[in-house]
């Protein structure tokens, strides 16, 4: 029955942060759709977010927890599977952008429509790998919060709240490609709330599979994977949208931003997170 209260106590807890993914989609779909640029830029943004969190945190601990080989090793697993998991995702082709009058003209509406149509599908493409791959990062964080409860009510109520404050930006990340490319507030707000929802489902399979002990090599080893598939997602779907859509001088900017901004967001959640964990 106390494990039972545990479980509930973890679930709410981490739900705190999963909700916190729904703000940052609240905040896309009650301004105005972006304009191709803007969504490059943002696209940009989101890449640094991902590389920050693959690179700065999830295979950093892999590195330092199993060494620098079994770490490595299980960061390429990771890049490795995806890689063959994106060989059976449909990708559209990319679409060159119409750049003056003339070329509109000759094209006429009906091309323009089909190559907007086209565009649409790419970035829709972008935002489902992006909700893919920040739920592969929130599910940790949901164990991560069910531990620190464990410790005590204030140790993951802290850590509950940090994990929320960083996981709006991600909201953004997910909602925004999916805004843009249906044109819909409920498809962007839905599937960016539904990628928080795998931090509650982190604490109910790991209360499930691990009721007694969580092996922490395996644990290390299976974020190591997560930073790769996150790695190989953004570069090889998030980069390649926005520098055709914002440039690769500006999207370059963009990126270091956001890795500049999640890097901040990681310091201050370590700074919440209590020493043996």
């Known amino acids: 029955m106390v494990m039972d209260s545990q479980v509930l106590l973890g679930v709410a807890l981490s739900s705190v942060g999963g909700f916190s993914t729904s703000i940052g989609a609240l905040f896309v779909i009650l301004s105005k759709a972006p304009s191709l640029k803007v969504l490059g830029l943002l696209q940009g ?6 590389l920050s969190i693959s690179f700065f945190d999830l295979t950093h601990n892999a590195l330092n927890s199993l060494g620098f080989l079994k770490g490595n090793l299980w960061f390429f697993a990771g890049v490795i599977f995806f890689a063959v998991v994106a060989k059976f995702i449909p990708e559209p082709t990319p679409v060159p952008p119409i750049s003056n009058e003339k070329s509109r003209k000759k094209v006429g509406n009906e091309g323009n429509k089909d ?20 739920s592969l990062h929130n599910f940790p964080e949901g164990m991560a919060v069910y531990l620190g409860s464990m410790k005590g009510v204030r140790v993951g109520l802290n850590l509950a709240l940090a994990i929320a404050l960083h ?11 999916v805004y843009f490319a249906t044109e819909s507030k409920w498809e962007a707000f839905k599937l ?16 499930c599979l691990f009721p007694t002990s969580l092996n ?8 190591g994977s997560v930073g790769g598939v996150m790695a190989f997602l953004t570069l090889h779907e998030m980069l390649p949208l926005a520098f055709e859509y914002a440039g690769q001088k500006q999207s370059v900017k963009a990126v270091f931003c956001g890795m500049a901004f999640m890097s901040a ?13």
Not at 193 to 205: K, M, N, R, W, Y
Request: aromatic share 6%; hydrophobic share 55%; proline share 7%.
């Open 265 to 277: 967001s990681l310091y201050f959640l370590r700074r919440s997170l209590p020493e043996d964990m």
């Open 115 to 134: 190559i907007m149509k086209r565009r649409r599908r790419q970035v829709l493409l972008s935002g489902v790998i992006t909700a893919i791959g920040i």
């Open 45 to 50: 943004f989101a890449a640094g977010l991902m």
């Open 192 to 207: 960016a709330s539904l990628s928080g929802f795998a931090e509650p489902l982190g604490v109910i399979i790991v209360a």
């Open 216 to 223: 922490p090599e395996i644990l290390e080893g299976i974020l």
């Open 167 to 177: 996981n709006i930006p991600e909201g953004v990340a997910v909602a925004l490609p």
